[in-house]
């Protein structure tokens, strides 16, 4: 399953990259989004690149199907990777949920909006191999990636002005 989301930034684009290659961005982040046990496990920091692997365990409204229990039980736990290079303003996330034979993938492109407004595209790609039940379990997870992302939109762009 492929699909896009857009979120939008009451800041430049400049303002916005210097929030998404913080490691104090992504603390504060997950602390509003009240997920459990967030840890970052790995940091990559240069002038060109930057890089954060992190988990969690998803908490909140995430409604998991008896059907899919018997993957993830009765919690979700995430290992998310983040790669930017930042002159550029691409970047990609890499999202494993232990237990589940699903792959999530999100290309991302940082652009410019006008002076005090920037988009951050990203393009999803949602693979999961259970025959029969895969299509299923793409289109749950997509809609759990889209609900997050709006929550997350909401939290960037309220902590974005303290970028500026």
Not at 74 to 91: C, H, L, P, S
Not at 92 to 114: E, F, K, N, W, Y
Request: one cysteine or more; charged letters at 30%.
């Amino acid at each position: 399953m492929n699909f896009s989301i857009e979120l939008q930034y009451p800041a430049a684009a400049e303002t916005v990259m210097k929030m998404v290659v913080d490691q104090r961005y992504f603390e504060r982040k997950y602390r509003a989004l009240e997920v459990a046990d967030f840890t970052i496990t790995q940091l990559q920091v240069s002038d060109e690149t930057f890089g954060i692997d992190f988990r969690f365990r998803a908490a909140g409204a995430t409604k998991i199907p008896e059907f899919a229990k018997k993957f993830v039980g009765d919690a979700i736990r995430v290992k998310q990777a983040e790669r930017w290079r930042i002159a550029q303003r691409k970047g990609t996330i890499d999202i494993d949920i232990a237990g589940a034979p699903v792959s999530v993938h999100a290309d991302m492109q940082l652009s410019a909006r006008g002076a005090n407004q920037s988009t951050l595209r990203l393009d999803w790609t949602i693979r999961c191999g259970v025959p029969l039940l895969g299509g299923k379990v793409e289109q749950l997870i997509a809609e759990d990636v889209r609900r997050r992302a709006e929550a997350d939109g909401a939290i960037s762009a309220r902590l974005v002005g303290e970028y500026a």
